[in-house]
């Protein structure tokens, strides 16, 4: 999904993660090999943008088990932990200094709605 909104003028894309180096290097050559991404192991980025840890309702609850139904019926597996399992997903569209569409994930399997965020990405 990546590379066909990035084929549509996708902003660039910056993952942030909780995991090592070594692990995100592995992780990203097998499903992403030109991703960018930068290593917070201690979560510092994440609190900056208020990205909180999650409760256990938040990371194990009934919606997060709905996704990841719904992922393992489209063939796709779970991993095993890298990180800090507790840490809440973001979204950001960022300029220079200034964050001009956000996503801050209600629960862990909770995806951001990147047409909204295109449409203020095109607005610029």
Not at 16 to 29: D, I, L, M, P, Y
């Amino acid at each position: 999904m990546l590379r066909q909104k990035q084929s549509q003028g996708f902003p660039e894309v910056l993952f942030v993660h909780r995991s090592t180096t070594q692990a995100a290097e592995k992780f990203f050559a097998a499903r992403a090999p030109n991703a960018r991404a930068i290593a917070d192991p201690e979560g510092e980025l994440f609190a900056a943008f208020a990205l909180p840890l999650g409760s256990l309702m938040q990371i194990l609850g009934p919606a997060t088990w709905w996704r990841g139904l719904r992922a393992l019926l489209r063939g796709n597996s779970i991993g095993m932990p890298a990180g800090n399992e507790r840490q809440m997903p973001g979204a950001f569209l960022v300029q220079g200094r200034k964050v001009l569409w956000h996503h801050h994930a209600r629960h862990s399997a909770d995806h951001p709605n990147l047409d909204n965020m295109m449409r203020v990405a095109t607005s610029l």
